[in-house]
């Protein structure tokens, strides 16, 4: 029985430029989806797979983050005050078990990687997730929980993957598949970060979640520099293969770039058409369901 993925951490220093100017006053983090920030979401679908513990890697002017999973002591008592007790409930709602939330800063934009080894003393040479928030991922059951559950099985370290078109390859990380391991897990014999079309490995692309064995941060302490001149997470990934078990996990729910101006919209939209009152509304306006 492999050990149990307690720990989960999200890179969340990245500055947003495709968001600006709205993004010099918040992080791109905290763009609302309907009427929840993006990192409530990632954190959420955490929860929902029995993740306990939850490590931020931050950068400058990230703070509000800190702040929306703590007490809002001044908006609670006002809310208890005029009876408003569903909106209390939905201020307290993201709060998690004190300790449960840490903080790590990565001083520089050095890459995926550099993040995620940021956060090497908090993950304690235990197995863990990393989640991207910008990579809002919508369905029943959350694509962390469908890793977990084939972790728990398959053990070693898995990528959630979904179906691209070979024009998009050079955008993602993509992995050589192996052999088939049931309707959703497949065996990565290889993994190559953002290549050509014509030499892409597959249409096989890792999106934004992942569940890690602690050998990586000792690769990851290399600091090797990858495409992009920055220090690659794929980069190190692809070493474990071969040393460890390796699998991709084709999640089952809707994934959306909430990166981009239009990624995040359609999520917005996605979202909105489930709720039976604000499709009422938007139904005139737009058919995406």
């Given at each position: 029985m492999p050990r149990p993925v307690r720990k989960i951490v999200l890179p969340v220093a990245g500055l947003g430029t495709r968001f600006l100017p709205a993004t010099k006053a918040i992080p791109k983090e905290m763009l609302p989806v309907l009427d929840r920030p993006l990192i409530q979401y990632?954190?959420?679908?955490?929860?929902?797979?029995?993740?306990?513990?939850?490590?931020?890697?931050?950068?400058r002017n990230k703070q509000v983050m800190e702040d929306h999973f703590d007490h809002a002591y001044e908006l609670e008592d006002i809310l208890r005050e005029r009876g408003k007790d569903e909106a209390f409930e939905v201020a307290r709602s993201m709060l998690l078990e004190e300790g449960r939330i840490a903080y790590v800063r990565q001083m520089r934009p050095r890459g995926l990687g550099h993040a995620v080894w940021c956060a090497r003393e908090l993950v304690n040479n235990e197995p863990?997730?990393?989640a991207l928030p910008d990579d809002l991922?919508?369905?029943?059951?959350?694509?962390?929980?469908?890793?977990?559950?084939?972790?728990?099985?398959?053990?070693?370290?898995?990528?959630a993957t979904m179906e691209v078109p070979r024009e998009d390859t050079s955008k993602y990380g993509v992995i050589t598949p192996g052999d088939q391991k049931s309707d959703r897990c497949i065996e990565v014999t290889g993994l190559v970060?953002?290549?050509l079309p014509e030499a892409a490995p597959s249409t096989q692309a890792v999106v934004g979640r992942y569940i890690l064995q602690p050998e990586i941060m000792g690769l990851l302490s290399s600091k090797?520099?990858?495409?992009?001149?920055?220090?690659?997470?794929?980069?190190?990934?692809?070493k474990?293969?071969?040393?460890?078990?390796?699998?991709?996990?084709?999640?089952?729910?809707?994934?959306?770039?909430?990166?981009?101006?239009?990624?995040?919209?359609?999520?917005?939209?996605?979202?909105?058409?489930?709720?039976?009152?604000?499709?009422?509304?938007?139904?005139?306006?737009?058919?995406?369901?």
């Open positions: 990632a954190i959420e679908e955490a929860r929902q797979a029995g993740i306990e513990d939850v490590i931020l890697v931050t950068g863990f997730a990393v991922i919508k369905g029943k059951d959350g694509a962390l929980k469908e890793m977990v559950e084939a972790y728990e099985t398959l053990g070693g370290n898995l990528v970060e953002k290549p090797e520099i990858g495409a992009g001149g920055e220090i690659q997470l794929t980069d190190a990934m692809a474990l293969i071969g040393k460890q078990p390796f699998h991709a996990v084709r999640f089952s729910g809707t994934r959306f770039d909430c990166g981009s101006m239009v990624g995040w919209l359609m999520a917005n939209l996605s979202m909105a058409m489930d709720d039976p009152k604000l499709a009422a509304r938007l139904a005139p306006l737009v058919t995406l369901k």
